[in-house]
């Protein structure tokens, strides 16, 4: 499956604009088909299978309508949550834990490659936004080496990849700073607003909304 291009072409600057939180996950669908786009249909299940991000987002006690929610694309993804000096961890940055964050970077170019996240801001009517910050990349497979002895006597050895058991059968993880109030950040005047209207069209929305059927 191709990578929608309205994530490839957004620039620093860009947002996307969504009005509910339905629409801000089809916008973490786009992300994770970006970071992982041959899914499986069992990848995709798992995957849509994920803590609601309206749970992780909510502050407690607070049942009043969010929205809209701006996203922008955020640049360098891998190093704003490894690197020593400008990481999440420099910058206090904190998880919950169920996250699974990595404690340490992968090696794997692949895994690092499909790194990619986004600075979100939900407004509140008068109230102060609530920020946080998102990564979504794929897991690396693990490998075993199953043998089997046959009648003859001979083992023989297979080697089987596949994703870890923890993950639930999922391909990509999520990782979200615990959110916490921000001052409103104000959108450049170059930069390209881009409401639900424009994605909802994707293939990627289309598979979500009927079930990424086999």
Wanted: glycine share 6%.
């Amino acid at each position: 499956m191709a990578t929608p291009n309205i994530l490839s072409d957004l620039g620093p600057n860009d947002a996307i604009v969504v009005a509910t939180f339905e629409e801000l996950v089809r916008v973490e669908d786009l992300f994770a088909l970006r970071a992982h786009p041959d899914m499986t249909a069992s990848e995709w299940r798992a995957w849509q299978g994920r803590e609601p991000i309206e749970e992780l987002l909510r502050p407690p006690g607070y049942k009043a309508l969010m929205g809209p929610f701006i996203v922008r694309a955020m640049e360098h993804a891998f190093r704003q949550l490894h690197d020593p000096l400008v990481g999440a961890r420099p910058r206090k940055l904190t998880f919950k834990n169920k996250e699974r964050v990595p404690t340490t970077p992968p090696d794997d170019p692949i895994i690092v490659d499909s790194f990619n996240g986004f600075e979100l801001e939900a407004l509140r009517g008068l109230n102060k936004p609530i920020g946080t910050e998102v990564w979504i990349s794929r897991i690396p497979p693990s490998t075993q080496i199953k043998r089997y002895t046959k009648k003859s006597g001979e083992i023989s050895e297979r080697v089987v990849t596949r994703t870890s058991p923890t993950q639930g059968g999922a391909s990509v993880r999520r990782n979200l700073a615990i959110p916490y109030e921000i001052a409103p950040r104000p959108i450049p005047a170059t930069a390209r607003l881009i409401g639900y209207a424009a994605i909802a069209s994707s293939r990627a929305i289309q598979l979500s909304e009927r079930g990424f059927g086999e």
